[in-house]
Every structure is written in structure tokens, then in C-alpha cells.
């Protein structure tokens, strides 16, 4: 059964840095891409980050670039998305998501078909 786990969620001050971890079970990342995506309160979920473990290729949204990154680590199977110099924007929940042979070239809500539960971030003085 696959299943996604994300954690690191929580409350930080603007400036600040969280580093979200993706655990992945019933499956090795190989062959899969993994997506960051966001969902803020009466918003649509969107994309923020994605990485093709086959080939550690990334995609970041234009929100998101030069303050993200996104990475894998294959012997934890687990992926993680190093939050930077965060604002209040970035407050929502953040999801990760996963599909075998994505080519990760797009940030696409419905090209995933796995998913965790989420974890909140929350950006506030």
C-alpha cells in the first residue's frame, strides 16, 4: 500500500526557515516523482515543487524559486523541501504527492495520483 507522510509543518516568523519531510512507504522512490503542492484557506491547491528521482530533475514554481529547494534522500525514501526566507503567502497546507513516471516538467493538481494527508504552515509575527 503506498502511502505519504509529510512533517515540519509549523508556525515561523517572516525571514524564517522549515524543512518539510515527504516519507514514502510501500514503494521506493525510484521511478517516481514526487510534488510539493499548497493549499491556502479558499484558495485552490497549487504546485510549489516536484523532483523526478530518476533522474534528481526539479521543477519550482516562480512563487517559490531561489527560496525552496527540493531534495531526495533514497536511503530514508524520503523527499524534503527546504523552506527559506518565508512570508505570509506561503501560509497554507502543504501536501506532497507522488506518480510513477511523471516527468515532472509540470506542477499539475490532477497529474498525481497519491497523496498524504498534509502539514500546516503557518507564517505570522
Known amino acids: 500500500q503506498l502511502q505519504l507522510v509529510e512533517s515540519g509543518g509549523g508556525l515561523v516568523q517572516p525571514g524564517g526557515s522549515l524543512r518539510l519531510s515527504c516519507a514514502a512507504s510501500g514503494f521506493t522512490l525510484d521511478y517516481y516523482a514526487i510534488g510539493w503542492f499548497r493549499q491556502a484557506p479558499g484558495k485552490e491547491r497549487e504546485g510549489v515543487s516536484c523532483i523526478r528521482t530518476s533522474s534528481n530533475s526539479t521543477n519550482y514554481a516562480d512563487s517559490v524559486k531561489g527560496r525552496f529547494t527540493i531534495s531526495r534522500d533514497n536511503a530514508k525514501n524520503t523527499v524534503y523541501l527546504q523552506m527559506k526566507s518565508l512570508k505570509p503567502e506561503d501560509t497554507a497546507i502543504y501536501y506532497c504527492?507522488?506518480?510513477?513516471?511523471?516527468?515532472?516538467?509540470?506542477?499539475?493538481?490532477?497529474?498525481?495520483?497519491?497523496w498524504g494527508q498534509g502539514t500546516q504552515v503557518t507564517v505570522s509575527s
Open positions: 504527492a507522488a506518480e510513477k513516471y511523471y516527468h515532472c516538467s509540470g506542477l499539475t493538481v490532477l497529474d498525481f495520483g497519491s
